[in-house]
């Protein structure tokens, strides 16, 4: 039992280590979230300005 404090020392180091681990994970998740829904918005309209000019050329198959 003499050796419990370095026993807590290491599960103290082990967990802070995994905590800022998943900190890290999920700010990183959230960055690519953001990236995401940008990415996801610009299709959007790229698509939408894709139909519009596409409605509006002449049809030559008619």
Do not use: C, K, N
Not at 24 to 29: L, S
Request: charge should be negative; avoid cysteine.
């Amino acid at each position: 039992m003499e050796h419990l404090g370095y026993l807590f020392a290491a599960y103290s180091i082990i967990f802070a280590v995994i905590f800022l681990y998943v900190v890290f994970i999920w700010r990183r998740q959230a960055a690519l979230d953001v990236e995401l829904r940008t990415l996801e918005a610009r299709m959007a309209a790229l698509t939408e300005r894709s139909a519009e000019s596409a409605s509006l050329e002449p049809r030559s198959d008619i």
